[in-house]
């Protein structure tokens, strides 16, 4: 299985932006279609983003289109989350996710294989 590691999150305020980044190891993530998740205290996971193996296909949640942009480095096995103009509601634990094979990017959770610890981000008012 992939190992996955997440960094870049942290407390930024209102309107503000992050990078969070998605490092893979123990396989070619170019096998991998990727996707980032995120959970809210008192939430259930909720899908963010995905793109599938060659970053050619994304998709996005409607609550975060036009603000998040995901990216994909294969030759740095790197998973990659812009997130611009930041709201108290973006808020959470975000995950990366692994989903072994190239058959295009998923929203739903169970189709992922693999996931990172999370890292908090968190936009004050």
């Known amino acids: 299985q992939v190992q996955l590691i997440e960094s870049g999150g942290g407390l930024v305020q209102a309107g503000g932006s992050l990078r969070l980044s998605c490092a893979a190891s123990?396989?070619?993530?170019?096998?991998?279609?990727m996707g980032w998740f995120r959970q809210a205290p008192g939430k259930e996971r909720e899908f963010v983003t995905a793109?599938?193996?060659?970053?050619?296909?994304?998709t996005y949640a409607d609550s975060v289109k036009g603000r998040f942009t995901i990216s994909r480095d294969n030759a740095k096995n790197t998973v990659f989350l812009v997130m611009n103009s930041l709201k108290p509601e973006d808020t959470a634990v975000y995950y990366c996710?692994?989903?072994?094979?190239?058959?295009?990017?998923?929203?739903?959770?169970?189709?992922?294989?693999?996931w990172g610890q999370g890292t908090q981000v968190t936009v004050s008012s």
């Open positions: 793109i599938n193996w060659n970053g050619g296909i994304t």
């Open positions: 996710a692994a989903k072994f094979g190239r058959f295009g990017p998923s929203r739903y959770a169970s189709d992922y294989g693999s």
């Open positions: 123990g396989r070619t993530l170019s096998n991998y279609d």
